[in-house]
């Protein structure tokens, strides 16, 4: 229907849904046949995404859960290959798979960096119902296959692998698969340049970033304190939280509507143990990850 809006939001408070807002579009559609659909919640179902705007479905529910005796997740807005965002359409399928069977990984995402003379280490965060086997995948320059490492547990409860170091020029990448059981959970592939720009450097002056990016923070070992700054190059809903070693999450530092520029946010950890600690920085076309490690 001409009254199907291409914005789609979550609802607040959701496992799936929560602070999420993407665009979506069907592949191998033309533009005039973009038909998404909606779907009523009965017997116990819930809502997931609402649809934002158009001349006719806006505020109707186009993704259900349920979960009486048994459960399932309906995306009628044209599947989880309609989020165009891949790292949104990542995190969706990441909750998804967490809310249905207790399934969850998070893996580091490394950004463009001088070259590096020491090995790069990569680590993932992965909870499943059975132990799973982890391991990193990567390729230089797009030579095929991809080289395997296998990544070790380590006390943290995190699995650790390290690429080694990579000359100027080299273009990286990377992705993490974990199986457990017979099962293998989704991955994405990453990709980073080994060249002159310095991750996790902010922008200078008042001058509305380019990209939208979450900067490494520093000082980093901290105690107590530490800044983490970020660019926004569009207005967007924006979410950072803070997770403890374990996953969990433990404070939220930025929740709600921001203004395209440049932020930076001071995290106080006077109250929590040494330990690696991650923040998540989340938009409605963005997520990205970093570690820090706080020492007492």
Sequence with gaps: ?????????????????????FLRYQPGRASSEQFGDVADTINGS???????????????????????????VYFAFGGLESIVDSLLRQEVLRRTMKWLGGYDIDVDVLKDREAATEPMEITAFVVAPT?????????????RPFSKISMAKSASGRYAAALPAQAKGTTIEYFVLAKAGADYLPYEVHQFAVGTVVAGVPQKGSQTPLVTELHLNYPNPFNPLTTISYGLKEA????????????????????????????????NAAGYSSGIYFCRLLTGTYAATIRMLLVK
């Design 1 to 21: 229907d001409d009254g199907f809006s291409s914005n789609i939001s979550g609802v607040a408070g959701d496992p799936i849904g929560d602070s999420l807002t």
């Design 46 to 72: 819930r809502t997931v995404f609402t649809v934002t705007g158009g001349s006719f479905f806006n505020g109707r529910t186009t993704a259900v859960r349920y979960d009486r005796k048994y459960k399932v």
């Design 131 to 143: 132990s799973p086997t982890v391991s990193l995948y990567w390729a230089a320059n797009g030579v």
């Design 236 to 267: 967007s809903w924006t979410s950072m939280k803070v997770y403890d070693p374990m996953g969990r999450e433990i404070e939220t530092l930025v929740n709600g509507a921001q203004s395209a520029g440049n932020y930076s946010v001071v995290w």
